[in-house]
Every structure is written in C-alpha cells, then in structure tokens.
C-alpha cells in the first residue's frame, strides 16, 4: 500500500477492491460508506463505458491498472491533509505525484457526491486514457462529464435555450479554444460554458443518436475534434461551424 504513505501510514489503511477500482479507508465504521462508493464506482464505470463506446476493451482499468479511491473519514481530515479547501468535494488525477496512480480522492459524504462528483470525476478519468488528451476539446470532455449528473441536464437546457434566443452563448471558435476555464475571471461566463458544454453533447446524443456519438469517441483517439466530427456525421456535420448552426437551430426550436 506504498501509494498511501503521503497520507499516513500505510498500515493505517484498509482496502476494498472492486474489477476497476480499490477504495481505501482508515476506520472500522467507514466500511460501509467504502463498500457504497466502491459499487457505485463500478455503476458509473460500465454506464459511462457503454456511453461512449469502450466496454468492449474488458481489460481496460483491471488489476494494476485499477484507480484508487482515497476515502477520508470526514471534511475537516480531508481538508488537513490535502491542503484543499472546503468547498471541494473532492479531487481526481492521473499525474498525482504522491500516489503515482490515477486516484480519486475524497471524503465520506452524501448530499452531490453519488450523483454528481463521482460519477463526474470517473467520466473525467476515463476520456483521458481512452481518449487522445491534446485531442479533445476541454469543453467536450466537461459536458460529457456533466452528462452523468442526475438532473444536471433538464436545469440546464431550459437556461440554455434562453440563452440561444438572447445570442448570449460562447461562438464555438471561442468555446473550441478554451484550455483552462479556472483562467476566467467572469463567473457568468463560466456558468455559461459549463452549460453550453453540456448542451452541446447533449444535442449530438439527442439529435444523431448514441452511436454515432460512439463513433465521434473513437475517433478522437486518432484525429482532432474537427476531423472526428466529420467522419462520425459524415454528410450532416461537416465542420465545427456546421455543429454550432445546427445545434442553434435545435436550441431555437
């Protein structure tokens, strides 16, 4: 349990494991909790797998390869010995220098956690290894990360085509280029590219169906997002600008 040891001893950690993931825990009376984030884990790893067309590399997150999940007891252990504040749920990664694994790091909690941050943070981990990260565009991998949310997408699109109707949205030639939202010093932008980001993935599902949004994630292992687009909606969605006319003219509708 060497990837422990930037938060205790490794002894001090218990371990449940699961075909893809491993929770840690430290005390007796979080086992329950763990077994619960572990089966939820796994849920959110075949549901988001099936989403985008993956499932059929079984070996995919086995073994050594499995992500751990760092579970800690409450807030205040997690803010003291992560250093991160108290709005964070919790925190994902693939490079974490510490654990030298990709982890997901938290605490014991309910409220958003199994509906929204979990489910997110997989989604998050699962594009940048199936997926060419340099390939994929920051707001695509958000609004399929959004995507899992429950209720994230029907408080959404009501505001969105609001937003549609006024010309308020973020021109995809912006939306394409943006690499680092935390940059962004407008909070109602940010509200509206979190937003628009899953919309827009939305509309791809909705409008063209499941596999060719399959077909766009396989893709994107190879080409970038434009050349992806193309061959996935080939004859329907030809360029980035095709994608934003379309998705307007669904949105005004």
Known sequence: MGFCEGFGRAEEWHEIKGKHFVVFYRQDEDKTAARKVLR???????????????????????????????LFHDQQTFMKETGHPNWLLGYSSRDEQVLKSKVIVTYKQEANFFTGFLPHEISHLILGDFLHPR????????????????NKSAMTDSMMRVLVRKGQTIPFEQLTCVTDIRLEKDPNKVMIFYSQSLSVVEFLIKRYGINAFRQLCRNLKDVSFE???KKAYLNQLMSIADLERQWIKYMGD
């Open 40 to 70: 939820k884990a796994e849920g959110y790893y075949k549901k988001i797998g099936a989403q985008i067309g993956y499932t059929r590399y079984s070996q995919f997150w086995t073994w050594d390869e499995r992500v751990k999940i760092i």
């Open 227 to 229: 050349k992806a687009l």
């Open 135 to 150: 390939l994929v565009p920051l707001w695509f991998d958000e609004g399929v990360a959004q995507l899992q949310e429950v």
